[in-house]
């Protein structure tokens, strides 16, 4: 496996690749990597003939107060771990290699769609995801890239970046990998106490009564999404919101409406975590 910090040394072992017709696919990553990183490698692999992972902690997708200085830097480990997943050229710029002048220029995602859930609670948040996944697309420019359904609203933000920029990259949506007790894998999960982790998996189980009650034909949406936080809120957490929408557009559906998404951000603790789950 190779480590690039430029963007002239990744070009230089990715031309020749290229070149002689290998498909190339391409994980981004702020690095932090748990189990769910190297299942999206493991999938990457699986689509093409070469993986490619980046990790960047990028400062422009965090919001004046969230975790950026906190955000953990953990290369050695991460590299392990990209190894084992068959990670063979790793992207790891400095913020003044990718950023060598201030990122004026920003990638604005349809308001539509990136202002909603996360982005009502994150200004900024899809501008500076589509910003740097934008520059590392045409860094990389891989084949296949794979993302996570956990961010299920930055896939649909990916895909209509490619889609409206008409990017030649598939992008492969890639089931969330949980824990045993049903709990998300997030990089989020290593702030939690041991108490705290203990009651993460509220979470999950208020998604998942809201999954069920969809499943039996209740169309009341908003009790429903109503319960879900009214569940969290009585074992202290805060939730930010539960949305029943659209899958298509993240939209609020009609009642005759079949493919949805559950999508929840719920802070416990001083920790925010997110889930979703497809009906
Ligand atoms: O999902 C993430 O880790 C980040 O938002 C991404 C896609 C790597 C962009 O910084």
């Known amino acids: 496996m190779q480590i690039h910090p430029t963007i002239v040394g990744?070009?230089?072992?990715?031309?020749?690749?290229?070149?002689?017709?290998?498909?190339?696919?391409?994980?981004?990553?702020?690095?932090?990597?748990?189990?769910?990183?190297?299942?999206?490698?493991?999938?990457?692999?699986?689509?093409?003939?070469?993986?490619?992972?980046?990790?960047?902690?990028?400062?422009?997708?965090?919001?004046?107060?969230?975790?950026?200085?906190?955000?953990?830097?953990?290369?050695?480990?991460?590299?392990?771990?990209?190894?084992?997943?068959?990670?063979?050229?790793?992207?790891?710029?400095?913020?003044?290699?990718?950023?060598?002048?201030?990122?004026?220029?920003?990638?604005?995602?349809?308001?539509?769609?990136?202002?909603?859930?996360?982005?009502?609670?994150?200004?900024?948040?899809?501008?500076?995801?589509?910003?740097?996944v934008a520059k590392l697309f045409n860094i990389v420019q891989p084949q296949v890239a794979v993302f996570g359904k956990k961010d299920y609203q930055q896939l649909m933000v990916i895909r209509q970046l490619v889609q409206q920029m008409a990017l030649p990259i598939d992008i492969v949506g890639s089931e969330t990998l949980r824990a045993d007790d049903g709990l998300a894998l997030s990089s989020r999960n290593g702030y939690l106490s041991a108490q705290e982790r203990g009651r993460a998996l509220e979470l999950h189980h208020a998604l998942s009564a809201a999954r069920d009650a969809l499943r039996s034909g209740d169309r009341d949406f908003a009790r429903i999404e109503h319960d879900a936080m009214a569940f969290l809120e009585a074992r202290g957490w805060s939730p930010q919101y539960v949305a029943v929408r659209r899958q298509a557009d993240l939209q609020s559906p009609a009642a005759h409406e079949s493919s949805l998404v559950i999508l929840a951000a719920a802070l416990l603790g001083s920790t925010r975590l997110i889930d979703n789950l497809e009906v």
Do not use: K, W
């Open 10 to 132: 990744l070009r230089a072992a990715l031309d020749p690749l290229r070149a002689s017709g290998a498909r190339i696919a391409f994980v981004p990553t702020m690095g932090n990597l748990h189990e769910g990183h190297a299942s999206l490698m493991r999938q990457a692999g699986s689509l093409a003939d070469v993986v490619v992972s980046s990790v960047f902690v990028n400062r422009l997708q965090f919001g004046p107060n969230e975790d950026f200085d906190r955000y953990p830097r953990t290369m050695d480990a991460d590299c392990a771990r990209m190894r084992e997943a068959g990670v063979a050229h790793v992207f790891a710029p400095s913020e003044a290699e990718l950023y060598p002048q201030p990122q004026t220029l920003r990638v604005v995602p349809d308001p539509a769609l990136a202002d909603l859930l996360e982005g009502a609670f994150r200004p900024g948040f899809f501008t500076g995801v589509a910003t740097v």
